[in-house]
T-cell receptor, first 116, second 114 residues
């Protein structure tokens, strides 16, 4: 398979602290990246996306940073709350057919545990 | 606006049987993708459909197949089930499948093979 799930890394933070979740992607040709949050028993929920012609994008309490030189993506969550506890996945989009494709390659995921 | 709906939520089958899973995309979305999620392999792309045509396919055996109907609803089928097919099967939809659009996921069908 193209995505190998091994031991799930865990990030443990205190409520109110900022969290930074990192992701290394694999394909230099990837042109679009998405962060998803997955809670137990649910499907991945869209958080924020970024195109390859950008290096930073901000949402509500979240910021995504893209470093194409080292193929690295990060998700920053400000003032982390207990409700942020979940598994976070980065996904890269592999372009095909002139950009008309929808094949996402997912990272292994990071478990964010927020301590009250 | 209703999200992506997958049915059934849970399914138990035995080896050798076949199964069909259903996905209704977000209203107006025409691209539907399927993914398999397991603890060992993570989230893996199965295939994508747009306008009733399979446009992209992952590295899965031919036992895994799918189709899309004219109303954009999609089904995936797995024949001759194996123990290793036990997984969460996720469906995701986007407007027209362009690469700069997020895919929105349903909550999946949990398939258990006995």
């Amino acid at each position: 398979g193209e995505s190998v799930g091994l031991h799930l890394p865990t990030l443990s933070v205190q409520e109110g602290d900022n969290s930074i979740i990192n992701c290394a992607y694999s394909n230099s040709a990837s042109d679009y990246f998405i962060w998803y949050k997955q809670e137990s028993g649910k499907g991945p929920q869209f958080i924020i996306d970024i195109r390859s012609n950008m290096d930073k994008r901000q949402g509500q309490r979240v910021t995504v940073l893209l470093n194409k030189t080292v193929k690295h993506l990060s998700l920053q969550i400000a003032a982390t709350q207990p409700g942020d506890s979940a598994v976070y996945f980065c996904a890269e989009n592999i372009s095909n057919y002139g950009g008309a494709t929808n094949k996402l390659i997912f990272g292994t995921g990071t478990l964010l545990a927020v301590q009250p | 606006k209703a999200g992506v709906t997958q049915t059934p939520r849970y399914l138990i089958k035995t080896r050798g049987q076949q199964v069909t899973l259903s996905c209704s995309p977000i209203s107006g979305h025409r691209s539907v993708s399927w993914y398999q999620q397991t603890p060992g392999q993570g989230l893996q792309f199965l295939f994508e459909y747009f306008s009733e045509t399979q446009r992209n396919k992952g590295n899965f055996p031919g036992r895994f197949s799918g189709r899309q109907f004219s109303n954009s609803r999609s089904e995936m089928n797995v024949s001759t089930l194996e123990l290793g097919d036990s997984a969460l099967y996720l469906c995701a939809s986007s407007f027209d499948g362009r690469s700069n659009q997020p895919q929105h996921f349903g909550d999946g069908t949990r398939l258990s093979i006995l």
